[in-house]
């Protein structure tokens, strides 16, 4: 079987090359997997990449690897991949509808004590931009701060662990020329509006959006040669250790 690389190692191998410094149109890079190699990513390809972003540089990128080598390189989806998918559904016109927000509840899977609700976030920001000793904000107050923004915001932070991607995604947006350009100078481009970013989130998870073409051409698990190759670990690895399995037996546990 071909030789395989994670990401983490690859480099030092020479596996793996980019073709030119320079992205292309849509931000994505082109890289050469060298011939007889295998490459895994280990998944959580987005809500990382320093001040200004690069979870659509690093999405599309992955996306063009693997369809120019579908059947050696393998995309693992991890939890930052999957979770994204919850935009589609969550972020809804009937979601989002002020009647709701006193009833909808923080995310259930995180600890009790740091579970905090939208109405919550909401109201500890506007408290931050008030002046101190000023009193709790109202519930209209609340609901003219209820936006779709403000909406991502909370749940990159409170339920994906992504605080600051949104700024992150903004700035990323600006390197790809994704800002309004200035009709009297045009060598300056405005920085993305909120709606820009909040269509950029919505869209990557819409036919044709690069989230959503990342999940279609991942995979939870793979198996090749003698390694299991999987996004963060198993509960119980020496009850489910798939070198004990028979060869039929490995693909309906993955």
């Known amino acids: 079987r071909s030789p395989s690389r994670g990401l983490g190692d690859v480099y030092k191998r020479q596996a793996l090359r980019l073709l030119s410094p320079s992205p292309l149109a849509d931000g994505a ?7 007889g190699w295998a490459f895994v990513f280990g998944g959580d390809a987005v809500d990382k990449g320093g001040a200004v972003g690069g979870s659509i540089r690093v999405a599309r990128t992955l996306i063009r690897l693997k369809r120019t080598y579908p059947d050696r390189v393998t995309l693992l989806i991890g939890n930052r991949d999957a979770n994204k998918i919850r935009i589609s559904s969550e972020l809804t016109e009937a979601q989002l509808a002020h009647s ?3 009833s909808t509840p923080g995310p259930y899977w995180v600890p ?7 109405a919550a976030y909401l109201a500890n920001s506007h408290a931050h931009a008030r002046p101190a000793g000023a009193p709790q904000p109202t519930a209209a107050e609340l609901c003219a701060v209820n936006t779709l923004a403000n909406r991502i915001r909370w749940m990159l932070k409170e339920t994906m662990g992504a605080d600051g991607e949104f700024e992150r995604r903004r700035r990323e947006l600006a390197a ?3 800002g309004a ?3 009297d100078d045009p060598d300056y481009v405005e920085m993305p ?4 970013v909040c269509r950029s989130f919505i869209d990557s998870v819409a036919e044709g959006g690069f989230m959503r073409e990342l999940l279609l051409l991942g995979q939870l ?3 090749i040669g003698p390694n299991l190759f999987v996004h963060g670990g198993l509960h119980n690895p020496h009850a489910v250790s798939y070198t004990h399995l028979r060869a039929h037996e490995t693909d309906s546990y993955l």
Do not use: M, N
């Not at 509006?193 to 820009?196: G, K």
């Open 112 to 118: 009790e004590q740091k579970r905090v609700s939208p």
């Open 193 to 196: 509006t909120d709606t820009d």
């Open 176 to 178: 790809l020329g994704c």
């Open 100 to 102: 709701r927000l006193a």
């Open 29 to 35: 890079f082109e890289l050469a997997l060298s011939d």
């Open 181 to 183: 350009v200035d009709e």
């Open 221 to 223: 698990a793979v198996i």
